[in-house]
Structures are given as structure tokens and as C-alpha cells.
């Protein structure tokens, strides 16, 4: 046989398998959106998703009383707790395979799932603006040296590097190999800066925080900006995330500190408009940036002349800059409700501005169509 | 001495021919083995295959190298060796593995190919396998050509949900003399009073003292009985339920063809399931011995050190097959080198004695090649597992704390550890499943039963499961099992799952 064919052979087999993952995903998609838990499952470039059907099910074991634990090796006193997670067990041994009630948790990579969001969605691809060279200095592990925090110690280069001491001054003997590393023995890895191309597109996301924005419109407002993350993150090769709280006042924040703090006080909603002008202003050159700007609030500014001094940042400002600024209007029971409709009368048809009201968790699907279908 | 046969390169094939010699020199007796050396995405492509090069197509084998390629580029797992059971041995290599890798994996192969040569349980297992795995490919894709992938695939998902469902001991009661209804009476006098296990008195006054008429009334109740059950089908409870369906279920011939090959791969694989702990013991002892002993060179010892530790390493939670085996191994020499087994060795109490307990018998050696002849995984344990060894390796049994969901160091007795273990281990870790009637209230409805041995199905699963059996069986079917100390019957009828108490005692003897 050839290496092609066996190459071809696995691979119809994992398409197969990456078909039904797809075809599971696509099916549950609006469930899986309006809940928020897949963004609590999300890693670094994926997210976990849980899936009992597409195992093979069986006659086994379950987990009552008798069938829970097993056996271990080690240290310790009865009533001591093991290290390890149960379910990670059945890795070398047929022992711990009736640990865990493990459900099979597929793997799908954000940019897959972006995928399916985007044909789910019929979501055209983005034309990114500008050419960015701009790199980044990463550090990188690459090699060995002889000095270094303890943390970064080479337990093998170290031995390897005594034995070699030991042979040359014939202190070794093989027929007791006994290795003992001093300290000029010791190497600790190294790393070097490598140059990684940085990223061309930003989002600024701005959120209410006044007293009206419970815990329930922060829940969708979180899980929307992960969708719409998941979404431009496919479209770009890297991608910076700011974010901006506002009550009266406006400041930057952290991610946490975006989706966990609730103030209460007045709204002023151009105080977050100034704060992302003045942000774009400095760091990001329309010119070379593709900026994404997302404001959700549930729609109550506290006065008129506010509410005109937003739209004056957005006209003059704001759109010319971005490459589309998104409202977010998430229904409270304490807001009026009012600003979506100021800002569709003072803009009407402005390409730039989307604006979309989320009711329910069931909503946000249609809203991130709504915020996204432009391609923008 | 089999020839050293075919490798990659010239340097490899150097290499076999000198771990191969030491590998002889210590008795080791093994099949042809060919090593070939392939890249990680071959070796997971293989390793998702259960070793084969060529396998029917399935997603789920594409699930498998879809988690083994991706542990490996987390970093989380590797593989390090793939030996497969069969006449020539086939055995792969890592492309890019370090000398000493290659040199140790070598060593571990000889190990297996030894033990799959030599274990009785592999004895019935068909040594051409990489053709037979081949044929079932070209027998399944021609299947889907003719009636379509899809539904060879659902086919295929129904009957590895049941793949378990085997009788461990079917290839030996084969060779039995068959007893089919009728064998017996044969000697010729009189059937009846032979059938009644009557004795010949001679004399009619003696009669009733030697074939007491309560006796005989018994015995006949017995015969009526048993004439009973071999009416039914089957007559006795039968474990090899894909055999049963195999022989008794409306299939078509493509979906018989498409069973039997997921049976006879079930047989083929499950004697590795039953010395998973031998097998890698086996193999970890071996390679233990020919690298410290022969085949390591003084600049490799770092690495090998990293490596074998590696191996062998027990997390807490964890039993690691290697491990327990090879110091099983290493003690049962220990203990045959010293005589330190047999009644006078049971029967002494006194600890300082025991210590130092060595009659310079030197069996070990031959006794490990005889246990690794006779034994599987449950009587390995069940021999050989003492309080001793136990005590001296640190076991202890874990349970969860149902309170703050930890897993906790539970015990360290002995027996309780024991018995974990082993019911662990039993029938490889499945439950046991019989069917019982393909004729249940006379409708035509297959029972299976579980034998409920402390711990019971795992319910979501065994619903499941059970249609599945049902897409098979083609009429409803039932379970009867324990469910929380209590006797349940699930039922499937097609449409819907139902479960209800099951009142009447089972007169099922499973």
C-alpha cells in the first residue's frame, strides 16, 4: 500500500466524524447560542461541547455506590484526598474507565465554529481594510542555558549534562550508574524573541452598567459579544478586544471587570462615546485598523442633551472611523427603551450603524445576524 | 531462531538483529516480527484502527485518531509502540524517535510478540488478521456500494453498541463434544428408567429402598423440566448474544455478514482485553531487563531513565497496567527464586522468618514463562496479588466523598482492594448480559437478563443499548436487571422505552 492511500483511508473516516460533529452543532446551534454555556467552555482557540449522543452506548457499568472510585497507589491515610480528576482515569488503565460519568465532549475549534455560526447565519466573509505589517515580539522556548529561575530547571539536560561530567572525569561507573548533578551542571531553558505579526482589527465594546442593566441583560449581552468575538476572530488574523463600562462616567476595564461590574447612577451615554473616540483617536489609525465598535445599554440616556451629544460623537467622529458601529438595545424592565429609536430617527439609513434589540436569550441569534449580515 | 526480517534502514535492521539475539538468548520465543517506521500521523491513523493498517470505514475510528492526534499536539500523550497480534508480527516505529527510543521499543515488542505467541488466550485467535481486517473492509464498502453508505453505517453504529456482547468462553465450549438434546441416551436398556438415574436392584423387594418413588418423582419433575427449556430457545441462557441474533434474528444477508465481522473482530480483540495487565507487564519486564542488562550504552541511560520512569509511572488515581504487571512479575521471580510459596510458606506466621525466607530454589525464572503461558489478567491478580505485594506497593482503594464530591483514599485492606480489582478485571470490565428467550409471553419478544453482580447498568446507556438491540431483533425487546436493589424489566417496543417492576422471580439461571 501506499502512504496516500492510507492517508486518504483515515482521513474519509475523521470527515465522517467532523460531518457529525458539524451536523450535531448545526442542529442544536440557536440552543447552544442562547445558552451561555458555551462560553464558559471556551478554551484558547476552542471550545468543548458536550455530546452524549454521539457515542457508541453500551451495555456497562454505571456509577452507583460500588461502581464510584477504585484503585489507586501511594501515600496517605484513609480519609486523605487523592490528587486527580476521576475522569481523567481510564487514560492507561481499564480500572479507571468506570470511574466517570463522561459524557463525550467534542472539541470544536472557534474558528470552526465560526464557521458553522457564519453558514448557519449566512454571514458573508469580511473584506478587511489596510494592510498591516505591524509585528509583535514573542518569547519563545527554544534552547538551554546555564543560568535561570529554578521553575524553568531542565531536569534531563541537567542529568544528562552531570553524566557527561561524570564520564569525562571518571567518576562514573557503569556497573552502578549513579548520576549526581552539581551546580555547574544544572541548565535551564531559554527562550528567544521571535517576531509575530500583530493584529489589524479591533473591537471596542461599550456597555452599560447603570442601575437598570440587571444580571440577566449583562447575560446577554455577554454571550453576544462572544458570538460576535467568534465571528470577526475568523475574519482576522489577530484581533485586540477593548472594552469600556459607563454609568455617568465612562472607563476603561479589563474583560472580567466588563461583564461583572454593576453600578448604579445616571447614564450618560456620550461619556462612552468620547471615551471610544478618544481611544481610536490615539491608538488606532483608521487608515490601517479595522475598528468594530459595539454598545449595548438598555436604551435609557439620562437627558436629551445628552442623547444629542451622542449622536454629534457618532456622525462626527465615531463613523468615519469605524468600520461599523453596532447598538445593542437589551430590554430591562427599568429602561425606557428610548435611545434606539433617537438613533434611528437621527440616522435612518447610515450604513455603519446596525442597531438591534435583544428581548430574550432566544433573540440574540437573530440580533447577531442582525449585527453581522453586512460583512462589513 | 526466526530470521530478522525486513526494517527501513540498514542501521535499524542492525539494531533489531542485536535486540532480537538478546531477546532469544533469554528464552523469549516469538513470531517473525517486522518493524516498520512511520510517521505520528500514521501511527495514530493505525493506533485508531486497534493496529491495522486497513479497517472497515467508520467515523468512529476517525473519533479515535481525532482525540489521539489531538492529545498528542497538546502534548498530553504518545504513542510509543504499536505491536499487533499476528503471524508475521507487525510492530511500528516513530519516525524522528531517539536511538535509544527505538532501541527500547524494540525490546518492549519482543516482550509482546512473545506473549501473544505464547498465551493460552490468544491461542484461538486468527494469526492472519491484517487479510481477515482487509477482507471485512472490502466485504463492508462493498455492502455500501449495493445498498448504500448510510445504511450500512447506522448498521454498523447498531452492532458496535453491542459488540460486547460475547461469551469469553465460546471458542472453548466449541470444542466440547456438542450436547444436543438426545446425546445421552444412547447405551441402549431401558431409556426411561436410565433417564430416571434409576439403580438396577435385581431383586423387586429392594426396590423401593433403592429407587425411593419420591426420588424418582424428583427426577422425573427434573426431566419434564429440562425437556421444557430445550424447547425454548435458547435452551440454556447463552452469552454470545451476537451469535444468538446472528442465528435467530430476521436479517438480511448483507446485515449478517456485516454482524458476524463486527463478532469475529470482537473475538479477536478480546483476549487483549483480558491480559491487558500480563501483556504490558510482560513487555515492560522484557525491555526492563535487555536495556539495563544488555542493550543500553552509558550516554543513554538519561534518556532511557526518563523514558522507563515514564512508563511506569502511577498516578493516584490511576492503576497503570505496566506497572502492576511488571512488579507482579518481578516479585512472583522473587518469590519462586526464594521458595517463598507452597503450605510451608502460608503456614508461617513469623514475620523475621519470612524475611528471610530463601531456600536458593531459582525458579523464577520458569515459573513467570509458565504464568505467562497459563494465566490471564483475573487469576494473575487472584494468585499472585498478595498482602504482601500489596502492602509493600502502596495500594488503596478510593471512593468519592459524597459530600464534597473528592475522591478520598477509602482503604487499605487488603481484601477490599482485592475485590476491587478483581471485579474490575472480571469479564474485562463488562456486565454480565444472557438472552434468555427469543419467545418472551409468547410473542415473539427477545429477554435479555443481566446478572447483577453489586452494581448496576448504567441506565441512560443501557436504554440506548437496548434499542439498538430491538433495530436487530426487529420485534420488541426487554432487560431484566437490578436497579437499585430492585428488579426491574426495561422494555423497548419500537416506538417507546418503558421500565416496570419485575414481580415475578426470574426462573432464568443465569
Known amino acids: 500500500m501506499t502512504d496516500a492511500l492510507m492517508i486518504a483511508r483515515i482521513d474519509n473516516d475523521h470527515r465522517r466524524f467532523r460531518d457529525i460533529v458539524r451536523g450535531r452543532i448545526r442542529e442544536n446551534l440557536r440552543k447552544y447560542v442562547s445558552r451561555g454555556d458555551m462560553v464558559a467552555r471556551k478554551g484558547k482557540d476552542s471550545v468543548t461541547i458536550p455530546m452524549p449522543q454521539i457515542d457508541i452506548p453500551r451495555f456497562i457499568y454505571g456509577d452507583n455506590e460500588d461502581g464510584e472510585g477504585g484503585v489507586g497507589q501511594g501515600e496517605g491515610e484513609v480519609g486523605d484526598k487523592v490528587g486527580g480528576d476521576p475522569q481523567e482515569g481510564s487514560g492507561s488503565g481499564k480500572a479507571g474507565e468506570d470511574a466517570g460519568d463522561k459524557e463525550v465532549e467534542v472539541e470544536v475549534s472557534l474558528e470552526e465554529l465560526a464557521e458553522i455560526l457564519g453558514e448557519e447565519l449566512g454571514l458573508p466573509r469580511i473584506e478587511p481594510r489596510g494592510d498591516k505589517n505591524l509585528e509583535t515580539v514573542r518569547d519563545k522556548y527554544t534552547g538551554l542555558r546555564t543560568t535561570g529561575p529554578e521553575s524553568l530547571r531542565s531536569f534531563k539536560a541537567t542529568f544528562q549534562r552531570a553524566l557527561k561530567r561524570q564520564i569525562a572525569s571518571g567518576t562514573y561507573d557503569s556497573g552502578k550508574p549513579m548520576i549526581v548533578p552539581v551546580r555547574e551542571d544544572r541548565r535551564y531553558r531559554s527562550w528567544s524573541e521571535q517576531p509575530k505579526p500583530e493584529s489589524s482589527a479591533v473591537i471596542i465594546y461599550m456597555m452599560d452598567v447603570s442601575g437598570s442593566m440587571g444580571d440577566e441583560q449583562k447575560e446577554i449581552v455577554r454571550i453576544e459579544s462572544f458570538w460576535i468575538d467568534t465571528w470577526l476572530r475568523s475574519q482576522y488574523k489577530g484581533i485586540e478586544s477593548r472594552y469600556i463600562i459607563h454609568d455617568a462616567t465612562a472607563r476603561e476595564v479589563d474583560r472580567d471587570t466588563f461583564f461583572s461590574t454593576r453600578e448604579s447612577g445616571g447614564t450618560m451615554i456620550s461619556s462612552a462615546y468620547r471615551l471610544c473616540s478618544d481611544l481610536i483617536e490615539e491608538q488606532y489609525d483608521a487608515e490601517n485598523w479595522n475598528i468594530y465598535a459595539f454598545h449595548f445599554s438598555d436604551g435609557d440616556n439620562w437627558s436629551v442633551d445628552d442623547t444629542s451629544t451622542c449622536l454629534k460623537i457618532m456622525r462626527e467622529t465615531l463613523f468615519p472611523q469605524v468600520n461599523q458601529f453596532g447598538y445593542g438595545q437589551v430590554e430591562s424592565p427599568y429602561g425606557s427603551g428610548q435611545f434606539v429609536k433617537d438613533l434611528r430617527s437621527a440616522f435612518g439609513d447610515e450604513e455603519k450603524l446596525v442597531c438591534s434589540e435583544v428581548k430574550a436569550k432566544d433573540d440574540i441569534m437573530d440580533s447577531i445576524r442582525e449585527f453581522l449580515k453586512g460583512g462589513r | ?360 530454589l531459582g525458579l523464577g525464572r520458569d515459573r513467570i514463562f509458565e504464568v505467562r503461558k497459563l494465566y490471564n489478567d483475573v487469576n494473575f491478580i487472584d494468585e499472585f496479588f498478595t498482602e504482601d505485594f500489596c502492602r509493600r506497593q502502596k495500594f488503596f482503594m478510593f471512593a468519592k466523598n459524597r459530600r464534597s464530591g473528592d475522591l478520598q483514599i477509602a482503604s487499605r485492606e487488603f481484601a477490599q482492594i482485592k475485590q476491587k480489582m478483581l471485579h474490575q478485571l472480571t469479564n474485562a470490565g463488562q456486565p454480565f448480559i444472557f438472552a434468555v428467550d427469543a419467545n418472551y409471553m409468547n410473542r415473539g419478544e427477545l429477554l435479555l437478563a443481566h446478572r447483577h453482580e453489586g452494581v448496576d447498568l448504567k441506565l441512560n446507556y443501557a436504554r440506548e443499548t437496548l434499542k439498538n438491540v430491538e433495530k436487530v431483533w426487529r420485534r420488541p425487546v426487554s432487560i431484566l436487571t437490578v436497579i437499585d436493589d430492585k428488579p426491574k424489566r426495561i422494555r423497548y417496543d419500537g416506538r417507546e422505552i418503558g421500565m416496570s417492576d419485575e414481580t415475578a422471580a426470574a426462573d432464568y439461571v443465569l
Open chain 2, 1 to 360: 531462531m526466526p530470521p530478522v526480517s525486513w526494517s527501513t534502514t540498514p542501521e535499524l535492521a542492525e539494531l533489531q538483529e542485536e535486540i532480537q539475539g538478546y531477546a532469544s538468548g533469554y528464552g523469549l520465543d516469538f513470531f517473525t516480527t517486522i518493524f516498520e517506521v512511520i510517521d505520528y500521523r500514521q501511527i495514530c491513523e493505525i493506533a485508531a484502527y486497534g493496529g491495522f493498517p486497513v479497517r472497515y470505514p467508520h467515523w468512529r475510528f476517525g473519533m479515535e485518531y481525532d482525540r489521539l492526534i489531538k492529545s498528542y499536539s497538546y502534548g498530553l500523550s504518545k504513542i510509543y509502540e504499536l505491536v499487533i497480534n499476528t503471524d508475521p508480527c507487525y510492530a511500528y516505529l516513530l519516525d524522528g524517535n531517539r536511538w535509544v527510543d527505538q532501541k527500547l521499543v524494540m525490546a518492549h515488542v519482543y516482550g509482546h510478540c512473545d506473549f501473544f505467541k505464547n498465551n493460552s488466550y490468544f491461542s484461538h485467535t486468527n494469526r492472519k488478521m491484517i487479510d481477515g481486517m482487509a477482507n471485512h473492509a472490502v466485504r463492508v464498502r462493498r455492502h455500501m456500494d449495493r445498498v448504500g453508505v448510510n445504511r450500512v453505517e447506522e448498521f454498523i453504529d447498531v452492532c458496535a453498541s453491542l459488540d460486547n456482547l460475547i461469551d469469553p468462553w465460546c471458542k472453548y465450549r466449541e470444542s466440547l463434544p456438542s450436547q444436543a438434546p438426545g446425546a445421552e441416551g444412547e447405551g441402549g436398556g431401558d431409556d426411561a428408567d436410565e433417564e430416571l438415574a434409576k439403580l438396577r436392584s435385581g431383586k423387586n423387594y429392594l426396590e423401593s429402598y433403592i429407587n425411593p418413588p419420591e426420588f424418582l418423582e424428583s427426577q422425573r419433575k427434573k426431566n419434564e423440566d429440562e425437556a421444557a427449556r430445550m424447547k425454548r430457545i435458547p435452551p440454556h441462557p447463552e452469552r454470545d448474544i451476537l451469535a444468538f441474533l446472528l442465528t435467530h434474528a430476521p436479517l438480511e444477508p448483507w446485515e449478517v455478514d456485516v454482524l458476524s465481522i463486527i463478532r469475529e473482530e470482537a473475538y479477536y480483540f478480546l483476549p487483549q482485553m483480558q491480559t491487558k495487565i500480563m501483556n504490558e507487564g510482560w513487555a515492560t519486564y522484557w525491555h526492563s531487563k535487555i536495556m539495563t542488562a544488555k542493550a543500553l550504552k552509558d550516554d543513554e541511560i538519561v534518556d532511557y531513565a526518563d523514558v522507563a520512569s515514564g512508563v511506569t509511572s502511577m498516578g493516584p488515581t490511576q492503576l497503570n497496567p505496566y506497572k502492576i504487571g511488571v512488579e507482579l512479575y518481578r516479585d512472583i521471580e522473587d518469590r519462586w527464586n526464594k521458595g517463598q510459596f507452597g503450605p510451608e510458606w502460608e503456614r508461617c506466621a513469623r514475620l523475621d522468618e519470612k524475611e528471610s525466607w530463601d531456600k536458593q
